[in-house]
């Protein structure tokens, strides 16, 4: 059965609101814009950490958004950002409802 989209879940351990806003400044188009390719962001505090959700219109718009935008800015450094990599999940998505 064909996906209907691709969803990644990012875990930081420790992470903060701080860092959240830091890292998604640089490397999300502008404020309460969606990176292209992506159809949904969350995000919130959650048990040890901060939580990130996602959803892409296809595993191949995740990819691109990661290589292109995503890694090369965490690997330069960000500012007040996030300083680990995620524990990440990813789900190729049967089913998304409004």
């Keep these: 059965m064909e996906a209907n989209g691709y969803g990644v879940v990012h875990f930081f351990p420790g992470g903060t609101q701080d860092q959240?806003?830091?890292?998604?400044?640089?490397v999300h188009p502008g404020e309460g814009l969606l990176p292209e390719g992506q159809t949904f962001h969350a995000a919130g505090a959650s048990e040890g950490g901060w939580t990130i959700m996602a959803v892409h219109e296809s595993k191949e718009s995740w990819e691109k958004f990661r290589d292109g935008i995503l890694l090369p800015r965490m690997q330069q450094g960000?500012?007040?950002?996030?300083?680990?990599?995620?524990?990440?999940?990813?789900?190729?998505?049967?089913?998304?409802?409004?």
């Design 20 to 26: 959240y806003e830091a890292s998604i400044a640089a």
């Design 78 to 98: 960000i500012d007040g950002g996030f300083a680990a990599q995620p524990e990440e999940t990813v789900i190729d998505l049967y089913k998304i409802m409004p």
